[in-house]
């Protein structure tokens, strides 16, 4: 496949893949992540869209554990795919093919509701590369940074949303700082040009794996942290639908409703 397309294909999907993946997988969750999950019977029948908060720089450990916990449970028969940052498909595609292989695609409306009309669920991480290089100090709190599009899409196709939260991933990598708004003014004055043209969102000062102290969003080892992962219950809204999807008003109560009760449990989570 053409690198121009890569990402954009829900057939690049390989179960055998999957299948290989999980001893490897196996390991790190039981050994190297030590991870205590729960929750998952709050997942209902049929299509869910899959919404979470992560940490952990690009390694995103707390996601890849939540991936094998999906496959563990469900098998590669019940079909899901991940919307993926649209910056990795370019700067990390070491990465992004195998991902890819084990059912992640571009983090773009068009093919998130390609997804949603395959019959398949979606995991979406609408806080993207703010949210996963988040510093240590907001590492209990939920940061979407805003982003919407999740609301509408569950809005359009009358989706219960499932909330993915956990902790531990974030003394993976320590984020010390976000540099970006710094950055960004540098970049303005044409005294700093982005890599591949492409606006990272975040440029985090993190101490952690291969590099020591890393400046940018580089590519991460994550350290062996023991992580708890939850799946909370469903959230449901009163109305659904296309017009639903449209009314800004409702959609901003929708996305906070979401937010508000993602913090409380990921607060209870902390707290526990």
Known sequence: MDKKDFGWSLTQRDPDTIKQLMPFWELLYKYYFRVETSGWENIPQGQVLLVGSHNGGIAAPDMVMMMYDWFKHFGTDRLAYGLMHPMAWTAYQGITRLAAKTGAIRA??????????????????????????????????????????????????SLPIVPLISKGAHESIFVLADLYEQVKGLNKQGLFPWIFD???????????????????????????????????????????????????????QCYDLVVNKMQEDLSSLYSS
């Open 198 to 252: 492409l606006d990272p969102q975040t440029f985090p000062i993190y101490l952690g794996l291969p590099w020591g102290l890393a400046i940018g969003p580089l590519p991460n080892i994550p350290l062996p942290v023991a992580m708890t992962t939850k799946v909370c219950q469903p959230i449901y809204f009163d109305s659904y639908g296309i017009e639903a999807s449209r009314d800004r008003t409702y959609v901003q």
């Open 108 to 157: 773009n409306p068009n093919m998130a509701m390609a997804a949603i009309e395959n019959n398949a669920s979606v995991l979406v991480y609408p806080g993207g590369a703010e949210d996963v290089f988040r510093p240590y100090t907001e590492r209990n709190q939920i940061k979407f940074v805003g982003r919407k599009g999740f609301i509408k899409l569950a809005l359009r196709y």
